[in-house]
């Protein structure tokens, strides 16, 4: 069938970010999705009971402040990730929102072991995991993104100068900032538009992956 999903038997997990310091809601705000944590468990739990690779991704910020900088106690993956972390394959640190620029070199690492599939979990969703898949869709390989295996915040942005206020207004007019919201929610939906729609990555969920990764290893 064509919508049947086929987990390969050297598909990565990439888990992207799962840093203490996201368990910081005064520095970040509201959050989506209280189950990302426990499905990004089961996931990374059947790529390694399956002997497939999972690779560990951690930010190290280099913003003043950041309670992802190497120094702070939010740099740390959490526990769950930490209690896992000594069977994974691959442990890059990167300073920036794409998997592919950090150390040791991802894409270096995928082509010697051979590996075409990457399944991309973790946070945020519409940052460092979209940045990451996006990447990844470029650059040849099959994406698989369980969007219920993420999760993001609230954010809002100020355009100046009332930029993004429709086709239409008068350019010589004053106008004041304009400030844009969107909730976590619908960042993720936004992502899921993104990567599917954009053709960079297939939008599953974690209990699609698990069944298809199942029955690849039982057939």
């Known amino acids: ?29 509201p959050r989506n999705n209280p189950a990302a944590e426990a ?20 930010h190290a910020s280099r ?7 190497p120094d702070q106690p939010g740099y740390a993956f959490k526990e769950f990730v930490a209690e896992r972390a000594g069977r994974a394959a691959l442990h890059i640190t990167k300073s920036v929102n794409s998997s592919f620029y950090g150390t040791p070199d991802l894409g270096d690492w995928l082509e010697g072991e051979g590996i075409r599939q ?11 995991v979209e940045t990451t898949a996006r990447m990844a869709g ?13 999760h993001t915040f609230d954010l809002e942005t100020q355009l100046e100068g009332g930029a993004g206020e429709g086709a239409g ?11 844009l919201r969107l909730t976590a929610d619908q960042l993720a939906a ?6 599917q729609g954009g053709g960079f990555a297939r939008i599953v969920t ?6 298809a990764a199942r029955a690849q290893v039982a057939a």
């Not at 913003?63 to 900088?69: F, K, P």
């Not at 207004?169 to 400030?179: H, I, K, L, R, Y």
């Open 190 to 195: 936004a992502t899921a538009v993104n990567l």
């Open 206 to 211: 974690t209990g699609q992956l698990l069944s």
């Open 118 to 128: 990457l399944v991309v979990v973790g946070i945020q969703t519409n940052m460092c």
């Open 169 to 179: 207004a008068d350019p010589s007019a004053e106008a004041g900032p304009t400030v």
């Open 138 to 150: 470029n650059l040849g390989y099959e994406v698989l993104v369980p969007l219920d295996a993420t």
């Open 63 to 69: 913003s003043a402040g950041s309670v992802l900088a």
């Open 39 to 58: 499905n990004i468990a089961a996931l990374m739990d059947e790529w390694e009971g399956s002997g497939r690779p999972v690779v560990l991704v951690q």
């Open 1 to 29: 069938m064509k919508n049947e999903i086929e987990i390969a038997a050297n598909s990565a997990l990439l888990v992207i970010d799962v840093q203490k310091g996201f368990d910081d809601a005064a520095f970040w705000g």
